[in-house]
């Protein structure tokens, strides 16, 4: 009879233990979740982007101009892969 009665006191202690933990865990507080390491939406300047903004706003004229037909050789060479990423700078200053 005694090793009955010292198993129902285990069994109740170890519900208790239960019991308690799961109280503590609900009414724990979690901690804010850090922010996201998203990229930020800073605005890099492309002197090459910017030459053809000008070209484009010129119109008709840009196809006689020189240095917008080498803005435009330039992009292309970019966008085929012919040419490194980040633009050299110009002599001329980009413009």
């Known amino acids: 009879?005694?090793?009955?009665?010292?198993?129902?006191?285990?069994?109740?202690?170890?519900?208790?233990?239960?019991?308690?933990?799961?109280?503590?865990?609900?009414?724990?507080?979690e901690a804010p979740a850090p922010a996201s390491s998203a990229p930020s939406l800073t605005r890099q300047v492309d002197p090459l982007r910017e030459g053809q903004r000008r070209c484009q706003e010129m119109g008709e004229a840009a196809?006689?101009?020189?240095e917008c037909l080498g803005i435009w050789a330039e992009s292309r060479d970019r966008?085929?892969?012919?040419?490194?990423?980040?633009?050299t700078p110009r002599p001329d200053g980009g413009r």
Do not use: C, W
């Open 1 to 29: 009879m005694e090793g009955k009665v010292l198993a129902r006191i285990a069994a109740i202690v170890f519900v208790a233990v239960a019991i308690t933990a799961a109280i503590i865990e609900m009414i724990r507080e």
């Open 63 to 66: 196809a006689n101009d020189a």
């Open 79 to 87: 966008f085929l892969g012919r040419a490194p990423a980040q633009s």
